[in-house]
């Protein structure tokens, strides 16, 4: 299960705290949270310090977000080593 908190930060800033685990099922329900706060938000971060787990399909979607401008507002070690390991091995 994926628990995703919407956290306004003002006009410039919003944040996305993420917590349980990142699975294949939930990676329409957070493109969808991440394209509605976009709209409601010049900058859009994701708060990943209480996610204890990634599939592939969300570790995907995590470096395509990366890629696309989403910041990492803060993270676990956990995820942090995947998206680490994921640039080591020259995947973007």
Known sequence: MLKITRIG???SNHTLKL????LEPWV???LRAVAESNG?????????SDVTYV?????ELL????????GIAACSAFVAELLHEGNL???P
Not at 55 to 59: I, K, N, R, T
């Open 40 to 48: 409601h938000s010049n900058r859009v971060r994701l708060d990943l």
């Open 55 to 59: 599939d592939v399909a969300g570790m």
């Open 9 to 11: 930060g003002g006009d």
């Open 19 to 22: 917590e349980g685990k990142l």
């Open 63 to 70: 470096r395509d977000l990366i890629r696309r401008g989403i």
């Open 89 to 91: 091995q020259g995947k």
């Open 28 to 30: 329409c329900e957070m």
